[in-house]
Nanobody, 123 residues
Framework: QVQLVESGGGSVQAGDSLSLSCAAS????????VGWFRQAPGKDREFVAH????????SYSNSVKGRFTLSRDISKNTVYLQMNNLKPEDTAVYYC????????????????WGQGTQVTVSS
């Protein structure tokens, strides 16, 4: 069972950058997909990006493609979400979670979540 610890949220101006971290304890991310989702007040949790640990394969949602970048540090069992050119519509609580690599990329497939970290972008 993997436990996830998130950090890096904050309040910034439009156009600024933030980097979020998702660190694993208890086990590594081996055989897992690490996903980032976000949820604004009154809205459903929205897919942002995911990374398949075993291969390094990465996918992004259209809303963040070209602005956000996923990366990993294998030695630290950590996934980073580098967010550039932030926009007010990026304001949300950001969550990382994990699922088995053969499962659909849906909320129901994720078996563990971090606590979430608030990102606020002002115009």
């Amino acid at each position: 069972q993997v436990q996830l610890v998130e950090s890096g949220g904050g309040s910034v101006q439009a156009g600024d950058s933030l980097s979020l971290s998702c660190a694993a304890s208890g086990r590594t991310f081996s055989n897992l997909v690490v996903g980032w989702f976000r949820q604004a007040p009154g809205k459903d949790r929205e897919f942002v990006a995911h990374l398949t640990w075993s291969t390094g394969s990465i996918s992004y949602s259209n809303s963040v493609k070209g602005r956000f970048t996923l990366s990993r540090d294998i030695s630290k069992n950590t996934v980073y979400l580098q967010m550039n050119n932030l926009k007010p519509e990026d304001t949300a609580v950001y969550y990382c979670g994990v699922r088995r690599s053969f499962t659909p990329n849906s909320i129901e497939s994720y078996t563990a979540w971090g606590q979430g970290t608030q990102v606020t972008v002002s115009s």
